[in-house]
């Protein structure tokens, strides 16, 4: 069985060499006699493992001693409902950027715990968010910061006066640049750009969250008890947390997140050039805000985009339809995705334009 192209959204493509390595040492892990996957995660193998993945992603990131590093779980999902209730008190007014269909599920979600309102609220643009449009009282301002349905991305940081910045980088996170110090708290599901499905990444400044964090709130859902307990709390997902820290490995390997994030601007913008020199695809996002991770256009009828996929698929390449709600096609192209996928996309793009048909 060959692999194909893969550019679903998510979970998503992860680097050959990262999957040839788990599986190499998959039955059994070097020195340990037994699988990741059936070790405790308090042996010595295991705490190796999950220091060295932090480390790992520490220096990958540049993050700062006065940040904390924590591995949890219920994916992204989760975090929208943990973020609110570790930076606003119930009820306590929180600004949200709705930029899209995650940006909307971690408004709702907030709005369970506390008055989220929406700051601004768009599909295919950013638009800039000022100081002056925060409410009085505001508790922390959440910014999603790649959408990973619409495509759109931001690039520049919103103004918060002192209120914290909560970032949801999962499509962005280590195909970007972050500087976490810009945030109180980033956090990202792994399965889009980091590893596979089970295990989300928050990175928050040590002292950041509330002081006196509602007694409701479960101790699995506290920021500063993930940290003292060094992500085991309980039993963490560890052969995700494994496989994230061979991702973060290979992104060192590669020089680091800014060359990955070079190489995603040139691999988006093959696929920019190619619908901005065409009379059949139209982007889904504004040109100024467009992603370097998820690239989204439509194609005049549901006829054509369905021949588009066909003739795709038959050249290898797969998962290019478009979110549900969004339609149209969605090339998400994170660091798994090599240059060559692009460009084999890109001629399929053209080809398809001059009426050929497979
Ligand atoms: C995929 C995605 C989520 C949801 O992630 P889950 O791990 O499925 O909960 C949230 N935010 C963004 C930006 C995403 O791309």
């Known amino acids: 069985m060959e692999r194909l192209f893969n550019f679903s959204a998510g979970p998503a493509a992860l680097p050959l060499s990262v999957l040839e390595e788990a599986q190499r040492d998959l039955l059994c892990y070097p020195g340990a006699g037994c699988s990741v996957m059936e070790m405790s ?30 591995f949890c779980q219920g994916g992204a999902t989760m975090q929208f409902s943990m973020a609110a209730m570790n930076y606003a008190r119930q009820g306590q007014k929180a600004a949200h950027a709705v930029n899209g269909v995650f940006s909307k599920k971690a408004f709702e979600e907030a709005s369970r715990w506390c008055d989220a309102y929406k700051i601004v609220d768009t599909k295919t643009s950013v638009p800039e968010i000022t100081e002056d449009m925060i409410l009085p009282g505001t508790a922390y301002l959440h910014i999603t910061g790649n959408n990973t349905t619409s495509g759109t991305m931001y690039r520049n940081l919103p103004k918060h006066g002192d209120i914290p910045l909560i970032g949801d ?84 390997e590669q020089g680091g997140v800014s060359e990955l994030q070079k190489l995603n601007e040139k691999k988006s913008q093959i696929l920019y050039d190619v619908i901005d020199s065409s009379k059949l695809y139209k982007g889904i996002a504004d040109k100024d805000c467009r992603s370097i991770m998820n690239v989204t256009f439509t194609l005049p009828d549901e006829e054509n ?45 053209v080809d398809f334009e001059k009426g050929y048909r497979e």
């Open 41 to 70: 995660h308090r042996s010595r193998p295991y705490e190796e493992i999950i220091e060295e993945t932090e480390a790992t992603l520490r220096r990958i990131m540049n993050i700062p001693d006065d940040y904390a590093v924590v």
């Open 305 to 349: 985009t369905n021949a588009f996929l066909e003739m795709a698929k038959k050249r290898g390449m797969i998962s290019l339809a478009g979110y549900r709600s969004v339609g149209g096609i969605r090339a998400s192209i994170y660091n798994g995705m090599p240059i060559e996928g692009v460009e084999c996309l890109a001629e399929c793009m």
């Open 169 to 252: 980088w999962t499509s962005g996170i280590l195909g970007t640049e972050i500087d976490v110090k810009d945030y109180s708290l980033v956090y990202a599901g792994a399965q889009k750009n980091m590893g596979p499905a089970g295990v989300a990444v928050a990175i928050f400044k040590r002292g950041s969250v509330l002081p006196d964090i509602d007694p409701i709130v479960p101790s699995l859902l506290r920021y500063e008890t993930m940290d003292k307990t060094g992500s085991m709390l309980n039993t963490p997902p560890t052969f995700a947390i494994y496989m994230c820290g061979l991702v973060y490995k290979w992104v060192e």
